[in-house]
């Protein structure tokens, strides 16, 4: 029962990472379509194809879980989907002020948010290890992505909140995500995501771009449409709604810290952006954080349920 346990929590790990590897990936393409299409119209459509994708997976193929469609799931769904909204448009409304790389650290700082918010929200204690693999990585964070200006701006603090809603996201899908079957919650707060971004969209940008067939049909705004809806929205946060009942928030954060690492090397391989070597140097300190924080503690023997509780 242990063996399959740890299975499942390496499974998981491994599912995470790579939506962490899909999310910096696709980093290029999401900044080369909103110079096209404004952010939050961008948004409400991937969300929107989203959502559509996942609902009617939901209802030809797990139409059982309907029945498990209630008041319970659907704030807790919308919830999720609020913090969630909050990390993308703080992030985009911090950008405005903000340089990319400091907005990129900051936001990298949910990372050190979840064991905190985690230990006085839900009395998770973060282990040793844990503790120490999120300092490093926090540290790897700021030489990737920190310049020589360090003074702050009301950008910063845009993204910060940024950060904190990232934060809250994890933490929440990881009390939900046992609580309601994965898929339908998922629809919830995609949707959730995807009618705020067109009501924000309506209220501040010029929202008739995402209708206009020049537009949305553009080369480059339709590729990144097409991945970012499928790969980095639907496949991604259902996959997260489904595995991370299997590990702890801190380990997800150290997981998706990994995400501008990946950033940087498909910029690196795909806009021919160089890296310094403090960047390369911060890229081995994030994995070496989240390697340190999934060591073994060593420890006396342990109960078969102090076992379970190590293992997540």
């Known amino acids: 029962m242990i063996i399959e346990l740890k299975k499942s929590v390496l499974f998981a ?4 990472l790579l939506i962490a590897f899909i999310w910096g990936a696709t980093f290029v393409l999401v900044q080369n379509a909103i110079a096209f299409l404004e952010p939050f119209s961008f948004n409400g459509v991937r969300f929107s194809i989203a959502a559509i994708l996942l609902g009617s997976w939901l209802l030809v193929f797990e139409r059982k879980q309907l029945k498990h469609f209630n008041k319970k799931l659907i704030i807790s769904g919308i919830i999720i989907g609020i913090f969630l909204f909050i990390g993308y448009a703080f992030q ?54 920190m310049t020589d200006s360090v003074s702050l701006n009301i950008g910063d603090g845009y993204v910060f909140i940024c950060a904190i809603g990232f934060a809250m996201h994890i933490i929440l899908t990881g009390k939900y995500s046992s609580k309601f079957p994965s898929l339908l919650l998922t629809v919830v707060q995609i949707l959730t995501v995807a009618v705020l971004s067109i009501v924000f969209a309506y209220l501040t940008e010029d929202w008739k771009q995402a209708v206009r067939p020049e537009v949305i049909l553009q080369g480059k705004v339709l590729s990144a449409l097409i991945i970012t809806s499928v790969f980095a929205t639907a496949l991604a946060f259902f996959a997260q709604t489904s595995f991370q009942k299997y590990t702890t928030p801190t380990r997800v954060a150290l997981i998706f810290a990994t995400e501008p690492v990946f950033a940087a090397g498909t910029a690196y391989i795909w806009a021919h952006e160089r890296l310094s070597y403090s960047a390369i140097i911060g890229c081995i300190l994030i994995f070496a954080g989240m390697i340190f924080a999934e060591l073994p503690r060593k420890k006396k023997k342990l109960s078969m349920k102090e076992e379970h509780n190590e293992a997540v």
């Open 13 to 16: 790990d491994a599912s995470l």
């Open 92 to 145: 985009t409304l911090g950008l405005l002020f903000t340089s990319s790389s400091k907005a990129g650290f900051i936001t990298g700082l949910s990372v050190v948010l979840v064991p905190l918010f985690s230990f006085f929200l839900l009395k998770i204690k973060p282990g040793r290890n844990a503790i120490i693999g999120v300092s490093i990585a926090t540290c790897g964070l700021y030489l990737l992505t």
